[in-house]
């Protein structure tokens, strides 16, 4: 049955992947996600060897976002669109679900390294055959030259035949890190250590053909700290540094708004400034407490007004949690997020290992790139699902929560 598992999740993997692309109208990517969700729901019902619920952290932050996201999808369901706050909030169930079922069956298989391999050969195998589709249109040159034009109209991009501009890049980073894993448990094998080193150069080349800055600014981020953590060998110390410096450059960032005319230009060129319509908004509503309410990006990006305000899609995920959950939400998300990695400091203690410091990359990742994307816990992002179940199954490792 383990075979039947890691099959099934490597084809949801892939379906869910071509939601945004063109293939996606010849591809039942929806039908797959509850038919996996459905079927190894059941499976946990009838298994012989059946785990107890534990009170893992995993289980404490997906009932935590469950919470989360039925709460405030309907907070304010009288005011703003009906059919969008049940849209979200079922979406938002279903990854929930579908975390909570992979990682049920990641422990009960006890097969953690599978499931890793599968989400990386998944997303590797999409990508390298959609660059050799779409090879005709990669232009390094035209991509480079231009990476710096704000209007994102004037840069020439390679988008592989995804309809959004930013997600082929996000999926090569995506593996990227996923490699990191392959490299290390094959490091002693010099044909596969070579074979792993050339995906990611072909996966640099997909970020910059994509010409997707943010993506290759996440990507740098990444390597400056993961030199961190082995110049102060040690997980936590890194985490602690490079979130410190995120505050301090979030200060001066909001200092340069308010007082760099350029700086203010860049940003609204990259969409970095939406959040102040739906934050007056916000003020308008006197919502401060429970927010806008739990709304989708769409109900944003399609300039629906509300409270007098016209709308703008949210680039940035904490903004995005304060605008629609208010100050209860935030306090709410912060503990999920302090939940998650306190769990990690606490294993890091008990085990530090190459896979320690490879989740505190993930880690960073997730809380970087939400900076500027609405990235962490969002069912839009496939990716950031994957890196929450490989997270979670790592912390609710039931070794490492039997020694704590």
């Not at 996606?24 to 019902?45: C, K, R």
């Not at 390298?128 to 231009?146: D, Q």
């Not at 703008?312 to 999920?336: A, P, Q, R």
Request: glycine share 4%.
């Amino acid at each position: 049955m383990k075979n039947t598992f890691i099959i099934s999740l490597f084809i949801t993997i892939l379906a869910r992947s071509l939601t945004w692309h063109e293939f996606s109208l010849w591809v039942p990517y929806t039908e797959i996600y509850i038919v996996y969700i459905g079927f190894w729901l059941f499976m946990i019902l009838i298994d012989g060897k059946h785990i107890p619920i534990r009170k893992s952290t995993a289980n404490v932050t997906l009932l935590s976002l469950l919470i989360y996201y039925v709460f405030f999808g309907l907070s304010n369901i009288n005011n703003i669109d009906f059919s969008d706050a049940i849209d979200v909030m079922l979406k938002s169930i279903l990854m929930i679900l579908f975390c909570f079922v992979t990682i049920y069956w990641v422990n009960r298989f006890n097969c953690f390294d599978s499931c890793v391999m599968t989400i990386y050969y998944a997303m590797t195998c999409l990508l390298v055959f959609l660059f050799i589709i779409y090879i005709r249109e990669v232009n390094l040159e035209a991509s480079i030259s231009n990476f710096w034009i704000g209007d994102g109209q004037l840069r020439y991009r390679t988008n592989f035949g995804f309809l959004s501009a930013n997600i082929p890049a996000e999926y090569a980073l995506t593996t990227i890190i996923l490699s990191l894993y392959m490299i290390n448990k094959y490091k002693n094998m010099k044909r596969e250590l070579l074979f792993y080193i050339i995906l990611d150069i072909l996966m640099v080349t997909i970020i910059l053909a994509n010409n997707s800055r943010g993506t290759l600014l996440a990507l740098l981020m990444c390597v400056f700290f993961t030199f961190l953590i082995y110049m102060f060998r040690n997980e936590k110390k890194a985490i602690i540094f490079t979130g410190t410096g995120a505050v301090i450059v979030g200060i001066f960032a909001l200092f340069l708004i308010k007082t760099n005319t350029e700086f203010l230009e860049l940003l609204e060129s990259t969409n970095r400034l939406h959040f102040l319509n739906n934050i007056q908004a916000l003020a308008n509503s006197g919502r401060w407490l429970l927010g806008l309410g739990n709304i989708s990006g769409s109900y944003f990006q399609f300039g629906s007004v509300l409270y007098g305000v016209q709308l703008n899609y949210m680039e940035i995920f904490y903004i995005g949690v304060f605008v629609t959950s208010g100050i209860i939400g935030s306090i709410w998300m912060f503990l999920i997020i302090r939940n998650i990695i306190v769990s990690f400091f606490k294993i890091s203690k008990i085990k530090s290992s190459f896979r320690t410091k490879w989740i505190s990359i993930i880690i960073f990742y997730m809380l970087f790139i939400s900076l500027y994307e609405q990235y962490m816990f969002s069912y839009s992002y496939i990716t950031a699902t994957m890196f929450l179940i490989i997270v979670l199954s790592f912390l609710s490792d039931k070794k490492i929560n039997d020694v704590r």
